[in-house]
């Protein structure tokens, strides 16, 4: 399938002239199910490093695993950047994580390269807009200093849902899959850079001049077809090749989607209802080993 471009999403993805900055996902769990410590994200930034260049890495819930705790400190002794992410789910869960935030994250300053407030909550109606902006405010009083934001799919900052968000962030975070779109492997790249661009588009006509992010992409080396979508070791190559490579050429910023197999995951359910294998999405083995060239 052919995508074609809006003539705005063509400036948009070709206009940049330097390279993006390449960012993984990072479990907090081993393969077991049991929590990571220090020298588990040790390991795993060494193998992002050796494997792919990058420096970069994102968690999703400060309040799991003790993760700032232990994160941190490994990538203050392996010179990593790392964005954290708060859950406001529950009020139980927002203030374990704005704990960790200002407890333990402001002794680690130079390695936070932002705090994240939700994830994908305005896809999937968990809060309103509204009561993001008010969670943003309050981590934003008790732990000064950091660049806040959110992240959430795509469509939700294309169709202005995030606005409000976005008028009190210092940086937003785009998901994109073309996987759980039910792109096929050929038409999946296009696919991508047209929801990214309509997205970007979008966050730069309300709050211009923000860090940008992909928040979340990836493809699956294993599991269940879902739709026109096909993971295997191939079809997850091709999609980093282009999609996420090609990407980072054009000077966009991608966190991959993810660094490791985490297979303690139960399975997962599609947008569609079917059923779907999260256990394989990463770019390498769940002992570090890679699944196809990561360099750029």
Same mark, same amino acid.
């Given at each position: 399938?052919?995508?074609?471009?809006?003539?705005?999403? $063509?400036?948009? $993805?070709?206009?940049?002239?330097?390279?993006?900055? #390449?960012?993984?996902?990072?479990?907090?769990?081993?393969?077991?199910?049991?929590?990571?410590?220090?020298?588990?994200?040790?390991?795993? #930034?060494?193998?992002?490093?050796? /494997?792919?260049?990058?420096?970069?890495?994102?968690?999703?819930?400060?309040?799991?695993?003790?993760?700032?705790?232990?994160?941190?400190?490994?990538?203050?002794?392996?010179?990593?950047?790392?964005?954290?992410?708060?859950?406001?789910?529950?009020?139980?869960?927002?203030?374990?994580?704005?704990?960790?935030?200002?407890?333990?994250?402001?002794?680690?300053?130079?390695?936070?390269?932002?705090?994240?407030?939700?994830?994908?909550?305005?896809?999937?109606?968990?809060?309103?807009?509204?009561?993001?902006?008010?969670?943003?405010?309050? #981590?934003?009083?008790?732990?000064?200093?950091?660049?806040?934001?959110?992240?959430?799919?795509?469509?939700?900052?294309?169709?202005?849902?995030?606005?409000?968000? #976005?008028?009190?962030?210092?940086?937003?975070?785009?998901?994109?899959?073309?996987?759980?779109?039910?792109?096929?492997?050929?038409?999946?790249?296009?696919?991508?850079?047209?929801?990214?661009?309509?997205?970007?588009?979008?966050? %730069?006509?309300?709050?211009?001049?923000?860090?940008?992010? $992909?928040?979340?992409?990836?493809?699956?080396?294993?599991?269940?077809?879902?739709? %026109?979508?096909?993971?295997?070791?191939? %079809?997850?190559?091709?999609?980093?090749?282009?999609?996420?490579?090609?990407?980072?050429?054009?000077?966009? %910023?991608?966190?991959?989607?993810?660094?490791?197999?985490?297979?303690?995951?139960?399975?997962?359910?599609?947008?569609?209802?079917?059923?779907?294998?999260?256990?394989?999405?990463?770019?390498?083995?769940?002992?570090?080993?890679?699944?196809? /060239?990561?360099?750029?």
């Amino acid at each position: 399938m052919r995508i074609s471009f809006p003539a705005a999403l $063509v400036a948009f $993805v070709t206009g940049a002239s330097a390279a993006g900055t #390449l960012g993984f996902a990072v479990g907090v769990k081993r393969a077991d199910g049991s929590c990571k410590v220090t020298g588990d994200y040790e390991a795993d #930034l060494d193998a992002i490093k050796s /494997n792919s260049g990058s420096t970069t890495v994102r968690v999703f819930d400060a309040s799991e695993c003790d993760v700032v705790a232990q994160i941190l400190p490994a990538a203050q002794s392996k010179a990593f950047g790392v964005v954290l992410g708060v859950w406001p789910d529950t009020d139980a869960q927002y203030n374990a994580g704005k704990a960790a935030i200002t407890n333990t994250a402001v002794n680690f300053k130079n390695q936070v390269i932002a705090v994240t407030v939700g994830s994908e909550g305005l896809y999937r109606g968990t809060y309103t807009a509204d009561f993001l902006v008010g969670k943003l405010n309050d #981590l934003r009083s008790a732990s000064p200093g950091f660049k806040y934001g959110t992240a959430d799919t795509w469509n939700r900052f294309a169709d202005g849902t995030a606005d409000p968000v #976005l008028q009190v962030s210092d940086i937003a975070l785009v998901n994109a899959f073309s996987y759980w779109q039910g792109a096929s492997i050929d038409a999946a790249p296009g696919v991508f850079q047209d929801s990214i661009g309509q997205a970007f588009n979008h966050i %730069n006509s309300v709050k211009g001049g923000i860090p940008l992010w $992909v928040g979340e992409t990836g493809w699956p080396s294993r599991g269940t077809t879902y739709q %026109n979508a096909v993971p295997t070791v191939q %079809n997850a190559d091709t999609y980093y090749r282009q999609a996420v490579c090609g990407s980072l050429g054009r000077g966009t %910023n991608v966190f991959v989607f993810e660094a490791l197999d985490e297979p303690w995951k139960p399975q997962s359910v599609g947008q569609d209802g079917s059923s779907a294998d999260e256990t394989s999405w990463g770019v390498m083995t769940a002992d570090r080993q890679p699944k196809y /060239n990561l360099m750029c």
